[in-house]
T-cell receptor, first 119, second 112 residues
Framework: AQKVTQAQTEISVVEKEDVTLDCVYE???????LFWYKQPPSGELVFLIR??????QNEISGRYSWNFQKSTSSFNFTITASQVVDSAVYFC????????????????FGKGTKLTVNP | DAGITQSPRHKVTETGTPVTLRCHQT?????MYWYRQDPGHGLRLIHY???????DKGEVSDGYSVSRSKTEDFLLTLESATSSQTSVYFC???????????FGSGTRLTVV
C-alpha cells in the first residue's frame, strides 16, 4: 500500500531563512507520481509540483526547489529566503500511475507540515 | 481554472440527520474523489469514482455513501450525521492529460 510520511509536524523560521520540508514515501509500483500542495490559511489547496517516478531531475521554480531521490524514497521541498507569505500547511502526496484495468489512481497524502515564517 | 465547485461551502446540521454534499465539474473528467481533512490526519480519501455509476471506497468510507449518475456531478451523502463527521470535505478531479489533481474550495461541515 502507498504511504507518505511527513515527519515534521510544524516548523517555525524567521523570514529570509531557508527551510526544507521532508517527504518520504512508500510504494510497490515502479511508476508513480509525487506532488506537493500548499494550503494557506484561507484553506484552498494549491498545486505546486508534480514529478513522475522516471524523472529524478531536481526542479527549481523561483525560491522553491524540489529534490527527488528514488534511492531514499524522498521528495523534499526547499524554500529559499522564506517570506511571511510562505506560511501555510504543505502536503506531500503520492499517486499510482494509471492502470489499463481502471486502477483507482488514488492520491495519498502525508499529514502535512505547518510552516510559520515570522517577520 | 479546472471548473470544480462544491456546495454548500458551509453547513451546520444536527446529529442523526442526512446530509448531501455536491461536487460539480465542467470539464468532463472521468475521475472524481472525496476527501476529508482533519487536524493531525491530513487529507483522507472517503470515496472515489472512475466513471458514471462506477465508485469505490477509500480508507475512511464508513458512514458515507456516494453517487455519480452524471459525469459532472459526484454526490457525497452522510446517511445519519455524527459529530465525528465534523470536518472539511474536499472534492477533487483528476486531469488525465496533464495528470494533475485539482481540488474544490472545500465544504466545512459541522455536526452538532
Amino acid at each position: 500500500a502507498q504511504k507518505v510520511t511527513q515527519a515534521q509536524t510544524e516548523i517555525s523560521v524567521v523570514e529570509k531563512e531557508d527551510v526544507t520540508l521532508d517527504c518520504v514515501y512508500e510504494t510497490r509500483d515502479t511508476t508513480y507520481y509525487l506532488f506537493w500542495y500548499k494550503q494557506p490559511p484561507s484553506g484552498e489547496l494549491v498545486f505546486l509540483i508534480r514529478r513522475n517516478s522516471f524523472d529524478e531531475q531536481n526542479e527549481i521554480s523561483g525560491r522553491y526547489s524540489w529534490n527527488f531521490q528514488k534511492s531514499t524514497s524522498s521528495f523534499n521541498f526547499t524554500i529559499t529566503a522564506s517570506q511571511v507569505v510562505d506560511s501555510a500547511v504543505y502536503f506531500c502526496a503520492l499517486s499510482e500511475a494509471q492502470r489499463a484495468q481502471g486502477g483507482s489512481e488514488k492520491l495519498v497524502f502525508g499529514k502535512g507540515t505547518k510552516l510559520t515564517v515570522n517577520p | 481554472d479546472a471548473g470544480i465547485t462544491q456546495s454548500p461551502r458551509h453547513k451546520v446540521t444536527e446529529t442523526g440527520t442526512p446530509v448531501t454534499l455536491r461536487c460539480h465539474q465542467t470539464e468532463n473528467h472521468r475521475y472524481m474523489y472525496w476527501y476529508r481533512q482533519d487536524p493531525g490526519h491530513g487529507l483522507r480519501l472517503i470515496h472515489y469514482s472512475y466513471g458514471v455509476k462506477d465508485t469505490d471506497k477509500g480508507e475512511v468510507s464508513d458512514g458515507y455513501s456516494v453517487s455519480r449518475s452524471k459525469t459532472e456531478d459526484f454526490l457525497l451523502t452522510l446517511e445519519s450525521a455524527t459529530s465525528s463527521q465534523t470536518s472539511v470535505y474536499f472534492c477533487a478531479i483528476r486531469d488525465t492529460v496533464f495528470y494533475g489533481y485539482t481540488f474544490g474550495s472545500g465544504t466545512r461541515l459541522t455536526v452538532v
